[in-house]
């Protein structure tokens, strides 16, 4: 089974700056793109960011220039690296992989999502 453990949220004041990871991890035969979707209450879940395997990157015009997203294909792990930091970027922050594993005796292509992670912007 494939699983997407998330880390790095927290609270901090406006300006400041985090870090997600987000590590996969399972009988993965190949990820196609990871990503970041956030949900904050009242709204709709939204892509933040996602990169490819041949390194593509797309990055939502809300966060373009503050946030940036990385990854490392070796570890199966993608990070999305947030600087100035605003209010309206506190969500739940949701990884996301589109990937190819074995799973219940064949191998399927599907979408996998992690638990969320909390991201608090407040003085």
């Known amino acids: 089974q494939v699983q997407l453990v998330e880390s790095g949220g927290g609270l901090v004041q406006p300006g400041g700056s985090l870090r997600l990871s987000c590590a996969a991890s399972?009988?993965?035969?190949?990820?196609?793109?990871m990503g970041w979707y956030r949900q904050a209450p009242g709204k709709q879940r939204e892509l933040v960011a996602n990169?490819?395997?041949?390194?593509?990157?797309n990055i939502a015009d809300s966060v373009k220039g503050r946030f940036s997203i990385s990854r490392d294909a070796a570890k199966n792990t993608v990070y999305l690296q947030m600087n100035s930091l605003k209010p309206e970027d506190t969500a739940v922050y949701y990884c996301?992989?589109?990937?190819?594993?074995?799973?219940?005796?064949?191998?399927?292509?599907?979408?996998?999502w992690g638990q969320g992670t909390q991201v608090t912007v407040s003085s």
């Open positions: 996301n992989a589109d990937l190819k594993a074995l799973g219940y005796g064949s191998i399927r292509r599907a979408d996998y």
């Open positions: 399972g009988s993965i035969f190949r990820i196609y793109t």
């Open positions: 990169i490819t395997s041949g390194g593509s990157t």
